[in-house]
């Protein structure tokens, strides 16, 4: 079933940036796989959507036009965490249980599996490419990062250093800056983290805050890395250049929770506050540095949207959501930023 949510921006600051009239318009596909949490979609070169089944234990594709649905079967207990896919349309996925990175040829369901050179990197988790199409990945609950060259396949592990308290620092969300540098957060301490793609050498850049808790991080083009502090409710940004760290308050406060980010061609923020129900879109503009809230996302009833993904050719943003959908955001054009 697919449902059109479409409405207006509601308009706290942030008016003359955005006018009134560009339409903030919502697409949701309600999946048939029932309770299977799904996740992290893509769209691949023919415009079709992938995304995984986390619970679910599948890959699947949804036709935009139709709405139609196919499930690809992957192996039991791989419980995939996130997918991305090449030019090629080969699709990328992690496998969180089973400690390995498949990629899904989806014209013949063929699997290849490249397990991890470490049997302790059991839980790959979010997968990125960088500028040369290889892959770089976090490793959460285990405490690795790491990057598979999808030519060879060979895989070079990262493993971190554990926190005073023993615990792993919870290597989270993961991306790749105009350069080509890596960067994730750990989630389990206040700190993001680049890496050097020819040495594998880090460098750790603390945050202001010591609760603060990174989850989702997004880079801009003049070279920032914004994050959202999902224990204190904050949105962020590094100057990597002078670590010098800015904060803004997300605009339901503490209890906001803010969690699935993206940024898009004109520079702005997306992301979800997961804390209220139902979850809300929020933008941000770095340039004014004002917020606009979007509609509501989905129903009042417990949902959790974890990631969210641009695409530049369509100017959409793609989410998965707990309450068993998929869901497409058509976001106003970036002339929309002048008053």
Known sequence: MRRLLAAPLAMLAF?????AQAPVTFDEWE???ERSRPRDPYVAPD????????????????DQKSGQ????????????????IDRRGMVWYAGNRNGMIGR???????????????????????????????????????GFVGRLAT??????????????????????????????TPWFCEFGSNTLVSINPRTLALSRFALAHERTRPRRIAPTSDGAIWYMDYARGFLGRLDPATKAVKEWASPAGALSLPYGMAVDDADRLWYVETG????????FDPKTERFAFGQDVGEARANTIRHMYFHPPTRELWYGADQNTIGRVKIP???????
Do not use: C
Request: hydrophobic share 40%.
């Open 31 to 33: 999946v048939p796989y």
């Open 151 to 180: 030519r060879t396949g060979k895989i070079d592990l990262i493993k971190l250093d554990r926190s005073p308290s023993g615990r792993s620092t919870l290597p989270y969300g993961i991306v790749i800056d105009a350069k080509g």
């Open 104 to 142: 899904l040829d989806p014209a013949t369901g063929a699997i290849t599996r490249y397990p991890m050179p470490d049997s302790t990197a059991r839980d790959p988790h979010t997968l990125v490419f960088d500028q040369a199409g290889d892959i770089w990945f976090t490793a959460q609950q285990s």
């Open 333 to 339: 054009p970036a002339r929309a930023l002048v008053p």
């Open 276 to 283: 209220v129900q139902p979850n809300r879109l929020v933008g």
């Open 47 to 62: 415009g079709s959507v992938f995304f995984v089944g986390q619970v679910g234990n599948y890959i699947a594709r949804l």
């Open 69 to 84: 649905f196919t499930r690809f079967e992957i192996d039991p207990g791989t419980n995939p965490h996130n997918l991305i």
């Open 15 to 19: 008016t003359a940036a955005l006018p």
